[in-house]
């Protein structure tokens, strides 16, 4: 099977569902137990390595790769609902080594996702600026605009999320403005390092300083 091929189909796939088709969420997520394969390079070796996960309760799923020769798994929590999706592939930081970014919740309009790395040794939740696993959510419908993109202004790649809320959603859909936060992130040994936080207030997501792209990251 063309490794490749699967990253991009899972990329894809979480990527729809993120934009805000929860109507097709369920058909696409994996049945309970059904495990899912992804590729990423975790190590950074040049060669990716195969990442399963699966349901493994209601409210729980695992996500396992062999890496130097080694299993490690991690349980996260899992929407009920709608099931699993395979982790989205991302390198937040440009070195080589993947993140995962997994989906734990659905929400009508927002997808929220836990990150993952390979710390040398196993698969663990990159943590936030305070030290508690990390979590990003992506969408908002119009009452909200949250997500995530990368950037590498200076040559090293940055990780940036936006969380704002709509100023008044009675107006029409492209007369909407958000206030909110943009923060810019530098991550290194699982952790994320606020460089600078941006409030705005009353911009269009036209705006560059709205700007999220998932793709971004890949
Ligand atoms: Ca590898
Ligand atoms: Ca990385």
Request: hydrophobic share 40%; charged share 20%; proline share 5%.
């Amino acid at each position: 099977m063309n490794r490749k091929g699967i990253v991009r189909k899972a990329t894809l796939t979480a990527f729809a569902v993120a934009l805000g088709f929860a109507g097709t969420a369920p058909a696409l997520a994996a049945s309970a137990g059904t495990p899912i394969h992804t590729t990423a390079d975790l190590n950074g070796d040049g060669t990716p390595e195969d990442v399963v996960s699966w349901q493994a309760g209601r409210g729980d799923q695992v996500v396992s790769a062999i890496v130097n020769g080694r299993r490690t798994s991690i349980h996260l929590p899992a929407d009920g609902r709608v099931g699993i999706l395979p982790p989205r592939v991302a390198d937040l930081n440009g070195d080589g080594r993947a993140e995962l970014l997994v989906a734990t919740s659905f929400g009508a309009d927002t997808t929220t996702f836990s990150v993952l790395h390979f710390d040398g040794r196993k698969l663990s939740r990159v943590v936030g600026a305070d030290h508690r696993p990390f979590s990003v959510a992506e969408g908002g419908g119009t009452a909200a605009h949250l997500g995530y993109m990368c950037m590498a202004p200076g040559g090293d790649r940055l990780f940036v999320t936006v969380v704002s809320s709509a100023d008044d959603v009675a107006l029409p859909a492209d007369e909407i403005t958000y206030t909110g936060t943009r923060t810019i992130y530098a991550l290194r040994d699982g952790a994320l390092r606020v460089l600078e936080e941006d409030a705005f207030a009353g911009r269009p997501t036209s705006d560059t300083i709205t700007m999220v792209y998932a793709p971004s990251c890949v």
